[in-house]
């Protein structure tokens, strides 16, 4: 079992669900923006946030963020203790700092400080700041060595991160420290690119992970709106069957055998699912080769015939209508399980 860590009301670690968040990509100086940024990622699911620290106009500004954000706040330090201190005093719920260019009696105050307030850390390694070419062994060796300079300055609260651009390293890397650690594990891939090769590699490197227990938290790293990170991470979570609370639309892929028009129904029926966080599964299906199995193992169906077409709720057939109408049958029985949730 994984430690756990408290960022303000949000814990990760333990058995607690896995937490999405993302970074903001405006001046944190600028708090009317950043705030509006968070506000943006908190109402399409994120659930922890973090800011870039360069100066004091940030540290400044980010007290004005801590209050107002509804979501915690992480403040992203890099190297300077001073702007550690100073963001922890700011409000910040969460710091991250890479300890390499710590002097001693650097990391002893920021230590002191951090067990004082119980405030968290995340620390590790992202690749881009090392010597290239690095090994997972080497990444993980790293980050675990990272880790434990907070450890030994009795510091609990350590969320540990080995990033790299690479698929397989990341998989790798993220094997060791779960092997290696009890840290709570922020999982994501680093420079992964832009949002169509970005959103690739993510899935790629994360999903086998995240099946195998493996990441607290995730962060999908993109060359985009930061909004577009998290209608990702959701999207892994879901793909993964970690987040099950959502009306998940399957659909056959079509073939001469299909008798309606199975991609305008399943796009009709996510656009009315896509707000309702229901844990339904809806089957269409153009035809009943593999329909009637499909739709009788779903929450919700239909099974394409020539003229008229089968509906079937909780795996029972309920009625046969014409193929016009398949589209409001189904939203109809959609709202019934839904009600149903509700009672
Ligand atoms: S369910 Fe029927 S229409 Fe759809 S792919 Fe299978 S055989 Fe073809």
Redesign the pocket.
């Known amino acids: 079992m994984r430690n756990e860590v408290k960022i303000k009301n949000v814990q990760i670690g333990g058995n607690h669900k896995i937490v999405i968040q993302s970074m903001t990509n405006v001046k944190t100086s600028n708090h009317k923006k950043t705030l509006e940024q968070i506000s943006q990622l908190y109402e399409v699911g994120c659930e922890l946030v973090r800011v870039s620290i360069e100066n004091n106009e940030d540290i400044k500004s980010l007290h004005e963020i801590c209050k107002k954000s509804p979501i915690p706040v992480i403040a992203d330090i890099q190297y300077n203790y001073q702007h550690a201190l100073g963001a922890i005093k700011a409000g910040a719920h969460k710091i991250r700092i890479n300890p390499s260019y710590l002097k001693e009696n650097e990391l002893s105050v920021l230590c002191k400080e951090l067990k004082e307030t119980g405030i968290a850390v995340r620390v590790g390694v992202n690749e881009g700041s090392t010597l290239k070419n690095m090994t997972a062994e080497m990444l993980a060796t790293l980050a675990i060595k990272h880790a434990k300079l907070f450890q030994n300055y009795g510091v609990e609260n350590i969320v540990i991160a080995a990033k790299t651009s690479s698929v397989k390293k990341t998989i790798e890397t993220n094997r060791i420290l779960y092997k290696e650690t009890a840290f709570p594990i922020h999982l994501g891939l680093t420079e992964a690119g832009i949002e169509s090769s970005g959103i690739d590699k993510s899935f790629a490197a994360l999903s086998g992970l995240l099946i195998d227990g493996i990441g607290d938290t995730i962060r999908v790293s993109l060359s985009a709106d930061p909004v577009q990170e998290i209608i990702a991470a959701k999207r892994i979570l879901r793909a993964c069957e970690i987040d099950k609370n959502y009306i998940n639309v399957v659909s056959?892929?079509?073939?001469?055998?299909?008798?309606i028009d199975?991609l305008s129904l399943a796009l009709a029926v996510e656009n009315f699912a896509k707000d309702k966080a229901f844990p339904l599964k809806v089957a269409i299906?153009?035809?009943?080769?593999?329909?009637i199995g499909?739709s009788r193992g779903a929450d919700v169906g239909v099974c394409?015939g020539k003229t008229n077409s089968s509906i079937f709720m909780d795996g029972k057939r309920i009625k046969t209508v014409p193929n016009d109408e398949i589209l409001q049958e189904i939203i109809n029985v959609i709202k019934i399980k839904i009600s149903n949730f509700n009672k």
């Open positions: 056959c892929p079509t073939c001469g055998r299909t008798n199975v299906m153009g035809c009943a080769v593999n329909g499909e394409g």
